[in-house]
């Protein structure tokens, strides 16, 4: 394996490969609070065949830390990992992407389809944004995303996040998020150590993560923000009209049946937590079917399959490795 620095028209990204892959290029989209070596083990089972590569979003990893204008949604990564296909010259690329990365494939996706080969989603984040939203269409609870953004972060883990802590004492130390909402609870995975020094790249700040917070008159009090990670995710920012889309590369779309991060019951959805008393005072706001959202979007799409592997978080490369590179591998081909 090998990291490389590219210098692209935008800022200069880090990338890592396998030395000697060949054949049709695969590149790999990390989600929030993560890095592209989540993708490690699978660069690897696909080098024999494939030309697969992993990268950095801006404020993770290696990448250049340059800021996030949460105004335009996810594009800012979108137009990142675009620069980086014209700068390695790829006429065509398979994408690949996990939780925030599935919205940046599709974002990149509805801007240039040309250039994509496929998709694959891998428990993404809703065509609607994170949290703020009711029904299957993502109708907007509010008009200016009250329940969405950077002020939903819990400060502990932030703070935490920050300070490196790779310790297992506080519930909210990453290590401790990673294990009960990464991937499914009791789930066995090697090289923890590996990916607890991955989320703990990420840039901590108010143009990074979580971002700038707001608030606002309407329960729960927060709004999203215009800068950083949480508010790019935020509904009044990044909403995707799938159907427009042409030409349409085939979807596959796999997710683990047990995630409870990018759920119709997300335990990180504000209105959901209001719903069962974690946060006081909701009036009864329903949480976001951030699932059924996306199989309303993809259905819309059409050219999809959608894969559920039981026993499973929101981590599927990780939890069902096997599983997870065998329907992959079948959608590549």
């Known amino acids: 394996m090998k990291n490389e620095r590219i210098a692209t028209s935008r800022l200069t990204q880090n990338v890592l490969t396998v030395p000697g892959a060949e054949g049709e290029a695969v590149l790999f989209v990390h989600g929030n609070v993560s890095s592209g070596a989540f993708w490690r083990d699978a660069l690897r089972a696909l080098a024999g065949t494939h030309r697969p590569m992993a990268v950095d979003l801006r404020g993770f990893g290696e990448t250049d830390p340059e800021p996030v204008d949460a105004t335009r949604g996810l594009r800012d990564y979108s137009d990142d990992v675009l ?5 390695l010259a790829l006429e065509r690329v398979h994408l690949v992407g996990w939780s925030m990365g599935g919205g940046v494939v599709l974002q990149a996706l509805r801007d240039r389809p040309g250039v994509v080969a496929s998709v694959t989603l891998v ?10 939203t009711e029904g299957a269409d993502g109708t907007l609870t509010h008009a200016d995303g009250t329940g969405s953004g950077a002020g939903g972060a819990n400060p502990d883990f932030v703070k935490l996040l920050a300070e490196g802590d790779r310790s297992e004492e506080s519930p909210l130390a990453p290590r401790n998020v990673f294990r009960t909402a990464y991937v499914k609870p009791g789930a066995v995975i090697e090289d923890e150590d590996f990916y607890v020094d991955s989320m703990l790249t990420t840039r901590v700040g108010e143009g ?17 923000g215009t800068r ?10 990044f909403r995707l009209d799938l159907t427009e889309i042409d030409p349409k590369p085939p979807i596959l779309w796999i997710r683990g049946a047990d995630d409870v991060i990018v759920s119709d019951t997300s335990l990180f959805d504000l209105a959901h937590l209001g719903v ?4 006081p005072g909701s009036p009864g706001t329903p949480g976001q079917p951030m699932v059924t959202q996306t199989r309303a979007a993809l259905t819309a799409y059409g050219n999809y399959r959608e894969v559920v592997l039981d026993d499973c978080g929101h981590s599927p490369h990780l939890e069902k490795p ?5 329907a992959l591998g079948a959608h590549l081909t």
Not at 123 to 132: A, D, E, H, I, W
Not at 228 to 237: I, K, S, Y
């Open 228 to 237: 950083g990670v949480l508010n790019c995710l935020a509904p009044t920012h």
């Open 322 to 326: 096997a599983e997870f590179l065998a």
């Open 276 to 279: 069962l008393g974690v946060i």
């Open 208 to 224: 990074h993560y979580p971002g700038d917070a707001a608030t606002s008159d309407a329960w729960p009090g927060l709004a999203p």
């Open 123 to 132: 428990n993404p984040v809703s065509p609607y944004g994170f949290g703020g």
């Open 83 to 87: 620069a980086l296909i014209d700068a």
